[in-house]
């Protein structure tokens, strides 16, 4: 078996010495240890110190660099490209919507530069469309992938979903539109409604009714007359006068004229910030049966009623919305609703034995939307009304008699006039210091028991709180002044 030689390194040294005739001369190799180091990695273009570049579709950028470019690398030439103009100008092209980027190398294969390419979508027109409509505005626009996102400050929620709207038509899907523009300062509207109406109502009822017995031989014949007074549907008085001979004949005078006022004032005010809905309402409940349900388990069965409550009184209910100069947009709905005996309905449950009168409920109701300045006042709703009915109501034939033909008949005349208003102001209001504001039991204080039971007065002082009593002793000149 011949024996293994093993080379490690073999350096070989040779000189050539020309001296008349070449010597060439090898010196000895000599056996010694090199050091072996694993090969360096290094990352030569990277998004590390790559340069963020916004593109549109179809829109460009021209870059300079410093050295003269060799190589260039584009990730994806769907959404961007770069054209190479000279060996230092280069032109960055947006072609699709998406994110790339572009690495630009020298002859010696270093980075020159790095370039983060998004494209999105062209947003120069809704820029100049948001600067043209909203110049005080600070509001931006900046696109993300398909889609785009609006910030910035806008003066009042109206703005802001105006430029909502424009960015949506603009781009054609409200879903890629995010919204996040904040309003400087939420305007708070105080709304004042007046309702005022006033009614009168006159009713006029005059008749007569008869009874009586006629014996005609063997006939007998009896009559009665009844007044229906069918304009108002009852009397308002069964008996007025009376009047019986002794022969059986009886005339009962039904005569009685009713003339009413109704005043009605009402002043709700209510506050809400700009761009929210706020109700209120003072007033109350009442019952009503809603219906009837009885235990078959039991004899005899038991029932029992169930009950549902309707709401009356003021209401008020108003979403408003503070525009620019000062306008503000309401939407209001305001009503006033009580009790009335006006066609009210009477129920007899046959399972629990009970007669219940239900009332009825009258209603002045106003739901509108409209634009008003603050402090400005406006008629929201008015309404004159007259109604007259006039019915005669007699026995066919006796009621065309002259003069005895009164006895025959009856009249019903009834006169409804009614006139009603509604008034809104609103006002853009701010919160105030407590000790600012004044509630209705401010200076208020019990009398003492002497007072109120020799003077009869109910309270000691009723007025602000902290000023002079008004029943103090004046001073001054006081009577009558002649110029």
Excluded: W
């Amino acid at each position: 078996m011949g024996r293994g030689v093993i080379i490690r390194t073999a350096v070989l040294g040779a000189s050539l010495i020309a001296a008349g005739g070449g010597i060439l001369s090898v010196a000895s190799a000599s056996d010694q240890r090199l050091d072996v180091r694993a090969p360096t990695i290094q990352v030569a273009a990277s998004e590390a110190g790559s340069r963020f570049v916004p593109l549109g579709i179809g829109k460009s950028v021209v870059i300079d660099l410093p050295r003269d470019i060799k190589d260039v690398l584009v990730a994806d030439p769907k959404i961007a490209n770069a054209v190479v103009r000279s060996s230092r100008r280069v032109y960055l092209i947006g072609s699709a919507v998406g994110q790339t980027n572009i690495f630009f190398f020298d002859a010696d294969g270093h980075q020159i530069a790095g370039f983060d390419i998004a494209v999105t979508r062209d947003l120069n027109g809704i820029r100049a469309a948001l600067k043209q409509l909203f110049p005080n505005a600070d509001m931006r626009i900046e696109g993300v992938g398909d889609g785009v996102v609006l910030a910035g400050n806008a003066a009042s929620p109206i703005e802001a979903q105006q430029a909502y709207d424009l960015a949506t038509r603009l781009v054609g899907d409200g879903t890629k539109v995010v919204n996040s523009i904040s309003v400087k300062s939420r305007d708070q509207v105080m709304l004042k409604v007046v309702v005022a109406e006033v009614q009168r109502e006159v009713i006029k009822q005059l008749g007569i009714n008869l009874n009586g017995t006629s014996n005609q031989g063997t006939a007998i014949v009896n009559f009665n007359t009844t007044n229906p007074f069918s304009a108002l549907g009852a009397p308002l008085t069964n008996n007025f006068a009376q009047l019986a001979t002794s022969s059986g004949y009886s005339a009962t005078l039904q005569a009685m004229e009713r003339a009413g006022v109704i005043r009605t004032l009402a002043e709700p005010n209510l506050t809400a910030i700009s761009g929210e809905s706020a109700s209120f309402i003072a007033g109350g409940e009442f019952p009503i049966p809603a219906g009837l349900s009885c235990s078959t388990t039991t004899t005899p069965p038991v029932c029992q009623q169930s009950i549902d409550y309707k709401k009356f009184g003021v209401g008020l209910t108003f979403t408003p919305v503070v525009l620019s100069e000062g306008r503000i947009s309401l939407k209001v709905m305001t009503e006033v609703s009580d009790l009335s005996t006006d066609n009210a309905l009477t129920i007899t449950s046959p399972g629990v034995n009970t007669t219940q009168t239900i009332p009825s409920i009258r209603v002045r109701r106003a739901d509108t939307t409209l634009e008003i300045p603050s402090g400005g006042s406006l008629a929201l709703a008015g309404m004159i009304q007259q109604q007259t009915k006039q019915v005669i109501n007699g026995v066919p034939g006796l009621m065309q008699v002259p003069v005895l033909g009164a006895l025959f008949r009856s009249r019903d005349y009834i006169n409804n006039q009614t006139e009603l208003m509604v008034l809104v102001t609103p006002y853009v209001v701010r919160a105030v210091a407590q000790k600012d504001l004044a509630s209705p039991e401010d200076g208020f204080a019990d009398a003492s028991d002497p007072s109120s039971i020799l003077l009869g007065r109910l309270n000691h002082i009723y007025g602000i709180a902290g000023k002079v009593d008004p029943h103090t002793t004046y001073r001054g000149n006081y009577g009558f002044i002649l110029d």
